[in-house]
């Protein structure tokens, strides 16, 4: 289930209008739609000794949503795939409906469901 918005959030990721929260808003509102269990993250990822503040998605089955991080696999991977990445940071609340997903991606909703 998680990978079926991967396409999808790949054609916003090329948008630099939407930074990694909205990103993050966005994923977490097609999971939650799809029924996949997540958790909507902010913090800091650590590469090569630099820190970076980031928000980021991790599924219940061990994924991580990531699509703005230049060194993650493909924006949804499993972090066995990525050990060169640490995130750190504690979960957060979203707050995107329908009408908040329309305003930040400018289409939609029911276009991305299936």
């Not at 930074?19 to 958790?39: K, N, P």
């Not at 972090?79 to 640490?86: G, L, N, Q, R, Y």
């Not at 997903?101 to 276009?111: A, D, H, K, N, R």
Request: with cysteine; hydrophobic share 35%; proline share 4%.
């Amino acid at each position: 289930m998680v990978m079926e918005i991967k396409e999808q959030m790949e054609s916003l990721a090329t948008r630099r209008d939407l930074d990694t929260q909205d990103l993050t808003e966005i994923a977490s509102y097609l999971l939650t739609q799809r029924g996949v269990a997540h958790s909507m993250m902010c913090g800091s990822i650590l590469i090569g000794g630099t820190y970076d503040d980031k928000y980021w998605i991790e599924t219940e089955d061990g994924y991580v949503i990531d699509f703005r991080t230049i060194g993650t696999p493909s924006g949804i991977f499993k972090p066995s795939d990525a050990k060169h990445i640490t995130y750190i940071g504690e979960e957060v609340q979203g707050s995107v409906n329908s009408v908040r997903f329309e305003i930040l991606t400018g289409e939609c909703p029911s276009e991305f469901l299936p």
